[in-house]
């Protein structure tokens, strides 16, 4: 069987939602797989936050809490944060490489839906959550970190972060979409993320910090997660922090997912 | 019958880079047409505009009818795509790479399978298939590229460039990739450098330079156009290379051209009466004969004659200067793809 004995196919009028749908399915089959294949992303997603958690807990933790195992029960819930909120970088960085290598090209002269390559790429980075948030929570655990809640509160507070990540990822690929270069997705999504990763309770109470620093930190989203985070893995409120991680998402969402779709579809 | 392609006084421009000033392009079902010209002239811009890819500023094209700004989605049924720079996935391996695009396609798991491996198999990549692609030499890559472009079946193929930087033995495949293909009904769109390359699988050949249509019709017809036949006269004598063109140039009204590497003189004759009288001038003018060939011009001749310019990848050295804008396609793309 070739392609020359093949009778030709008549063309159909309109692309069906359900098709633009598994068009979707297919290219984030497309992401999980490159990760997979991708060894660097493997270990870059694996190895940093058991960096981060050794580095914070063993260097900082003496210094901040008086003792590895109660600064470690402080700081993981914003690792957990400081963890996905980096691994969205991805997203923006995968796009751009999809734009520059000419890969979208192909997707585009195929008859698939516009949004399918969009829509995969940000599927498929769940699951890059998902791992980055299981590697960290079970590397913690076996540095001794315990959940003081229960599993119901523990599991919502994975959902949380993979909620978050997923509306932040935006952020990234819009300006995976904006920059020419990978080198320049990395760049100005580290300088976008570092002062929202840090400026916040993250690592550290807030009441050390200069007055008008304590302001940027209540009202960084950051902040909130984290503060929920650690309501919901080690005890404490969660109520209003919860709340207010939610909706400071779907804000994130709603103005930069309609940026990133509209930059999108002026560089495909 | 529908024309495959019909393409008429496209234009695009970038910024003020015109890349299109015009254009009309005709493709007949079932046959290959080449479109030639040097780097820069426009051609890849031509190719993404009947891909669906880019918009053009001016003008309308039809691929088997179908408008392919209005009727984008119709278009990309009928199409396959291999581009200038192989727009594989790097990360995925060969064969995930073809699935994927037969899933894309609608084709069932089993299907995408199936045909990704009969692909591998017939471009001779079935070795590595299971490696990534950026594991690929760039020949691979290419081959994998122009397998990608085959999957859905396309009526009509885009060839941007497909063998440059191939090796001649893969060069011989792909050429025979394609007379198979239009064997079967396919037609054709083939850009290229390479003037031999048109001349072997061409039915039509459109010349295009600066954006513009310079030069239409069949190989044979292009290279009549240009003077039809070439006289080349070789001297005993380096000596005489002066006087012999002198000669040719008073029969011929043409200035010839005097290669003293070779010690060849080279000049178009409308036809071939005048060759008695040429050499009975020579003989009279006392210069002495190594060599006296008429032969039909080659489409090199074709271009330079048309384009002012050498054949580009045929050596500029006895061309004029001041024609070599390798930058140029590269600042195009960079054009095309850079957010506005």
Redesign the interface.
Known sequence: MTAATLPFAEPTGRLNPLTGLRNTFTLTWRSVLKIRTNMEDLVGLSLQPIMFLLLFTYVFGGAIAGGTHAYLQYSLPGLLVMTVVFATLGTGLMLNQDITGGVFDRFRSLPIARSAPLGGAVLGDMVRYMISVAITLGFAMILGFRVETNPVSAIAGCLLLLFFALCMCWVSALIGMLVKTPQGVQMYGFLAMFPLVFGSNLLVPATTMPGWLQSFVKVNPMTDLTSAERGLLTGGPVGTAALHSVLWALAIFAVFAPLAVRAYRRRT | MTNAIEASGLVKRFGKTTALAGVDLVARPGTVLGVLGPNGAGKTTAVRIL???LRPDGGQARVCG?DVGRQA?????????T?Q?????????GI?NLI??G????QSRRGARARAS?LLE?FDLTEAAQR?VKTYSGGMRRRLDLA?S?V??P?VLYLDEPTTGLDPRSRTDVWAMVR??V????TVLLTTQYLDEADQLADDIVVIDHGKLIATGTPDELKDRSGGQVLEVEPASRAWLDRTAAVLASRTGVKPAADTESGLVRVPVPNASVLPIIIRDLDEAGVDLAEFTLRKASLDEVFLGLTGAPAPGQGSDDGPAGYDRPQHDDEIRELE????
């Open positions: 891909a669906t890819l179908y989605y119709q278009v990309r049924q009928l199409i396959g795509l581009g720079y192989a727009s594989v996935d790097e990360g995925l391996s995930n994927m695009i899933r894309l396609l609608g009969e017939r990534p990608a085959l859905g079946n009526r198979g293909l064997t079967g009904g396919v793809r850079s957010p506005r």
